[in-house]
């Protein structure tokens, strides 16, 4: 699974590293290949997920904002309810591609 941006190859892991959640595949960090993450102040909280931790992602000393997240402490009943514990893997912006 690769997570594609602008052309560059941002993060890459083998599918069964990563975890599907609503439609977002999200990624263990040690896939990401390019670019740093700068953590972000944007506040959200899903209801049934905890306390989200956006980041911004410089790449090529462009800073895309918010463009990845990830939960580093999810409720307990999240990681029951995917069935594996995602504390700190990382979800993309729509605008990255993520595929194989």
Same mark, same amino acid.
């Given at each position: 699974?690769?997570? /594609? =941006?602008?052309?560059?190859?941002?993060? !890459? #892991?083998? @599918?069964?590293?990563?975890?599907?959640?609503?439609?977002?595949?999200? $990624?263990?960090? %040690? #896939?990401? +290949?390019?670019?740093? =993450?700068?953590?972000? *102040?944007?506040?959200?909280?899903? *209801?049934?997920?905890?306390?989200?931790?956006? &980041?911004? =992602?410089?790449? @090529?000393? %462009?800073?895309?904002?918010?463009? /990845?997240?990830? &939960? *580093?402490?999810? &409720?307990? %009943?999240?990681? !029951?309810? /995917?069935? +594996?514990? $995602?504390?700190? &893997? =990382?979800? $993309?912006?729509?605008?990255?591609? /993520?595929?194989?």
């Amino acid at each position: 699974m690769k997570a /594609v =941006l602008e052309g560059t190859v941002i993060a !890459e #892991a083998d @599918d069964a590293e990563t975890i599907l959640i609503e439609g977002n595949h999200y $990624f263990p960090t %040690t #896939a990401l +290949r390019q670019g740093e =993450l700068v953590e972000s *102040p944007t506040p959200y909280t899903c *209801p049934w997920k905890g306390v989200c931790q956006y &980041y911004s =992602l410089v790449l @090529d000393g %462009t800073t895309h904002k918010d463009l /990845v997240w990830a &939960y *580093p402490t999810p &409720y307990p %009943t999240a990681i !029951e309810k /995917v069935g +594996r514990d $995602f504390s700190g &893997y =990382l979800a $993309f912006d729509p605008s990255v591609q /993520v595929g194989r």
